[in-house]
C-alpha cells in the first residue's frame, strides 16, 4: 500500500513535466500572437513598436528554447511566474481563489454522490415501472440543461419564491458556517445536477449488469432477503464503476464551475479563468491549466485507493 | 435448369421488397426519430430565419422594451426591445453553423491522427497517445478557453473561424482515440495486406483503406459532439468568449446584462435556455439512437 503510494506520487513529476511541455507549446508555439490579441483586442491602434517593446517586457523575444529553459526553471522551484494584468504572483493569486472553487466542488460531488446512489439503484430495482422512466428522464435532461442556465433557473426560484437571494462574497466555512452554506449550496446544486446524472445512469447500468451474476442468483437461491442482497452483494460490487464515473467526471466539475461561478458572482478559480482569458493574462492561463491536471491526476489517484477499499480483490501493487 | 427458369420467371412482387433506411431507423428507432424531428426543426429554422422570425433580430425599440410574451412579441422582448424569438430563431443558425463545423473539423483531424496512430504503430503510436492523453485530461471547456486566449477573434465569412478551431481541438483526442482501436481491428485485416502487396503508399492506405471502414463511428461521434459543441459554444458566448454582440446566439442572450432582469423579465432567461437544452437534448437523443442503431458494440 504505501509502495504503491510512493510510486504513484512519484510517476506525478513525469506526467506533469508532459503537462507544462504540452501547456507551453500551447500557448506559444500556436499560431497567433498572445501580445497581438491582448493589445489589439478591440480593434484598438496599436503602433509595432509598442507590441515589440511589449514582447520585449514579457521575454517573449528571447528564442523558443531559452524561454522554455526559463519556464522549466521556475517550475522547478514551484514560481509559474507574475500574473500579466495585476502584477502579482501566479501562485498567490490562485490561493486566495482556491477554497471557494474546492468547497463548491466538494460539495457537488457529495450532492450528486447521494443523489445518484439511491436514484440509480431504485431506477435498476424497479426497472421499466414510472419510478424508473422518471430517474431516467431526469438523469437525461441532467446532461442536455446547461449548468449556468440552471444556475440561473435556481436564483430565479429564489427571488421569486422566496424573495431572497445568497449574499455576495465570499466567507469562510469556519467563521460563519451558515452564510457559507447558505451562499455555496446553490452553486454546488447546479453543477452536481449534471454530475449526479452522469452518475445515476452508471449505477443503473452498473447494477443491472450485476444483478445478473450467478452470486446474486446464488445468494437469492440461499434464501437472502432482498434488502441483504441488494446492500450486500449487489451494491457494493456495482460501486467501482460509479467511482469511475465520478473521477473522471471531476474534471467536467470544473469545466462547469468556470461557467457557473460566473452565475453566482463567486470569485474562485473558475471566474480567475475567465478574467484571465478575457484579459490575454498567459502566465495565469499557465499557472491554471498545471493546476487544472494536477487536480485531475490527484482525483485519479484517489479513485485508484478507493478501487483497494471497495474490492479487495484488486490489489494496489 | 428447371428450378433456375423458375426463379427468372418469378413475378416482380414476389421479390420481398427491401425495407427503406428510413423506415428501419423509425421503428427500431422511434424516440431517436422524435429527436430527429426536433433537429430537423432547428435546421428549418437556421435555414429559413428569414422567413420564420416576425422581427428582425437585431432591430432595436424602445417603445416595447421588456415587454411581456403576448401575441405581438410570442416569448416577449429584451432591453432593447429587441424580440426574443426571432433571436432563438436566429440565433439557431450560430449554434447549428458553429456546433456543426467544429464537430466535423475536429472528428475528421481526430480520425485521421487515430487512423495513422494505430497504422504506424511503435513510437508513433506513443506518441501520439501521450498526448491524447494529457489532453483528454482537461474538461473541454478549458482547452477551448486557452485557444480562444491564444487566437482571438477572425471573422469569415460572418463566422469566428477561431471560435470552431477553439471547439473542435477538445473533440481531437476523443475521436483519435475510438479512430485508433477501430484501426487496430481493420489493420489486421487481409485487405490490408493486399493493398501493402500491391505496394501503395502508407498515405493512401490510411486515407483510401482505413477512413472509409471507420464511418460509422465517425458519424456517431460527429452527432454526439454536435450537442457538446452547442453547449460549448453556448458557454463560452455566455462568458463573452465566442459569439460577440449584436449577432444573435443563445449564450449570448443570457449573457452580461439579461441577469439584471430576473425579476421583471424571466422570459429573457427561460426561452434562451429552453432553445439550448432542446437542441442538446435532441441531438443526444438522435446520437444515442445512431450509436444504438449503426453499431450495437459500442453502446454502454
Known sequence: MLTFLVRRLLLIIPTMVGVAIAVFFLIRVMPGDVVVVKLRADGAAVSEETIQAERKRLGLDKPLY?????????????????????????????????????????????????????????????????????????????????????????????????????????????????????????????????????????????????????????????????????????????????VTVVGLEFAFLIGGLVVTEQVFNLNGIGKLFVDATTRGDFNLIQGLVLLIAMIFIVVNLIVDLIYGMLDPRIRLS | MANVAHVASAPADAIPKRPSLVGTFIKQQPLGFAGLLVVLLYVTFALGARWIAPYDPEAVDFGAMLSAPDREHLFGTDQYGRDVFSRIVYGSRTALAVGILSAITGCSLGAVLGAASGYFGGRTDAIIQRFVDIMLSFPIIVLAMVVVAVLGKRVVFGIDVNLIAAIALPFIPKMARIARSSTLSIVAMPFIDAAKAAGYSSSRIVLRHILPNIIAPYLIMVTAFIAQAILLEASLSFLGLGVTEPTPAWGLMLSGTSADFYKTAPWMILFPGLAITLAVFAFNLFGDSLRDWLDPKMKG
Open chain 1, 66 to 242: 531559452e524561454q522554455f529553459g526559463e519556464y522549466l526553471w521556475g517550475l522547478a522551484r514551484f514560481d509559474l511566474g507574475k500574473s500579466l494584468w495585476t502584477g502579482e504572483s501566479v501562485g498567490r493569486e490562485i490561493a486566495t481563489r482556491f477554497p471557494v472553487s474546492f468547497q463548491v466542488a466538494i460539495m457537488a460531488t457529495l450532492i450528486a454522490v447521494l443523489i445518484a446512489v439511491p436514484l440509480g439503484t431504485l431506477s435498476a430495482l424497479y426497472r421499466d415501472t414510472w419510478i424508473d422512466y422518471v430517474v431516467r428522464v431526469l438523469a437525461v435532461s441532467g446532461l442536455a440543461i446547461p449548468s449556468f442556465w440552471l444556475g440561473m433557473l435556481i436564483i430565479l426560484m429564489l427571488l421569486s419564491v422566496f424573495n431572497w437571494l445568497p449574499k455576495i462574497g465570499y466567507v469562510s466555512i469556519f467563521e460563519d458556517p451558515v452564510a457559507n452554506l447558505s451562499a455555496l449550496i446553490w452553486p454546488a446544486l447546479s453543477v452536481g445536477y449534471r454530475y449526479a446524472a452522469v452518475a445515476t445512469r452508471m449505477m443503473r447500468s452498473a447494477l443491472l449488469e450485476v444483478f445478473r451474476e450467478d452470486y446474486i442468483r446464488t445468494a437469492r437461491a440461499k434464501g437472502v432477503y432482498q434488502k441483504l442482497v441488494v446492500r450486500r452483494h449487489a451494491l457494493r460490487n456495482s460501486l467501482l464503476p460509479v
